[in-house]
């Protein structure tokens, strides 16, 4: 791709567009999309008219901008994304209607959990989590199971990056993941809302590591995370079989 006067080239500024959307901010302005992705305003409105006509950013009549939905097919068109979500989809539908809560897959990517497909439910506990999201490893029982089912090279390069993030907020740390790996599953109460507890159980290779988490979120103080705890890592066994994992 060729550079720009400022050295970057036009994949960098691409992404860096792309990234300028999260959750907090699904829609921008022209001159909000510039500052977040630091591009100057005339070359993102050059930018801007070719990604609308491709399809891969979208504007609508008051000028904001959105990601288009050629993203969303592309996205949907990646292989293991795929082949997990529709190995895991009836195993979630279970678990939604069998707890009443919401309940996610999620898997371990830049350091940060990305929940990949969320079922909702009526009437459910508070949840933080969305389809395309990312969320912390260290508040998320998602994040702590994907980081203690890892292999052991991603869990030193985890800490050495976040050493002080980890052990502020899990002062036993090693204990606290060599006991998430003996029972199965994680859980955390009150890391992002105080009244709910996460539970995550991870879905395994044939060589006992992670490739992903099924989770969900239930009223903290009701017991109803040991049943979750259960039926999640019947899930996860289920999931890891579809896919054609050896069950060990």
């Keep these: 791709m060729a550079n ?40 993102m409105y050059r930018l ?4 609308v006509s491709h399809d891969l950013l979208a504007r609508d009549n008051t000028g904001q901008v959105r990601l288009g939905l050629r993203l969303w ?8 994304t795929y082949d997990l979500r529709t190995a895991a989809l009836p195993f979630m539908e279970d678990i939604n209607q069998l707890l009443g809560q919401n309940t996610q897959l999620s898997v371990l990517h830049q350091d940060e959990v990305l929940i990949i497909e969320r079922l909702s439910r009526p009437g459910s506990v508070v949840n933080q989590a969305n389809v395309a999201g990312r969320m912390p490893v260290h508040r998320t029982s998602m994040g702590m199971a994907l980081l203690a089912f890892s292999r052991p090279e991603i869990i030193r390069g985890f800490l050495e990056r976040h050493r002080e993030l980890m052990t502020a907020a899990h002062p036993d740390f090693h204990a606290e993941i060599a006991e998430i790996r003996r029972i199965g599953f994680a859980s955390l109460d009150g890391f992002i809302d105080s009244e709910t507890t996460g539970v995550a159980a991870p879905i395994l290779d044939e060589a006992g590591y992670q490739v992903a988490v099924i989770s969900v979120v239930v009223p903290r103080d009701s017991g109803a995370w040991q049943p979750a705890a259960l039926a999640l890592r019947t899930a996860a066994r289920g999931i890891a079989r579809a896919l054609h994992i050896r069950d060990s």
């Design 4 to 43: 720009s006067p400022s050295g970057d080239s036009m994949l960098d500024r691409l992404v860096r567009i792309l990234d300028a959307f999260d959750a907090h901010n699904p829609q921008l302005t022209v001159s909000a999309l510039s500052r977040r992705a630091d591009i100057p305003k005339a070359t």
């Design 48 to 51: 801007l008219d070719e990604l």
């Design 73 to 80: 097919e592309l996205a949907n068109r990646s292989a293991a």
